[in-house]
Nanobody, 113 residues
Framework: QVQLVESGGGLVQPGGSLRLSCAAS????????MAWYRQAPGKQRDVVAM???????NYADSVKGRFTISRDNPKNTVYLEMNSLKPEDTAVYYC???????WGQGAQVTVSS
């Protein structure tokens, strides 16, 4: 049974930081490409960042230089460090094993003063 459990969301002021975590179980985590997606109200779910099993990363242009994806294979956990947050980063953030239909429950991130 695959489980992806996100945590770390919340309310933050513009310019602030948050760190999301996603604990995975039921998958061969160390071989998996993991991704973070986000979905704002009324918009489609878009990929934010990806990290391959070997550690190479890719980012959406909108978050380059502000967000960092990382992974801890022994802990089966992928992280998303978000800095210099903007109101347009407000969304529900989802963890995903890239290319699969396995999703976590999502973590709400709200950037507002």
């Amino acid at each position: 049974q695959v489980q992806l459990v996100e945590s770390g969301g919340g309310l933050v002021q513009p310019g602030g930081s948050l760190r999301l975590s996603c604990a995975a179980s039921g998958i061969m985590f160390r071989f998996a490409t993991m991704a973070w997606y986000r979905q704002a109200p009324g918009k489609q779910r878009d990929v934010v960042a990806m990290i391959a099993s070997g550690g190479s990363t890719n980012y959406a242009d909108s978050v380059k230089g502000r967000f960092t994806i990382s992974r801890d294979n022994p802990k089966n956990t992928v992280y998303l460090e978000m800095n210099s947050l903007k109101p347009e980063d407000t969304a529900v953030y989802y963890c995903n094993q890239y290319g699969t239909s396995w999703w976590g429950q999502g973590a709400q991130v709200t950037v507002s003063s």
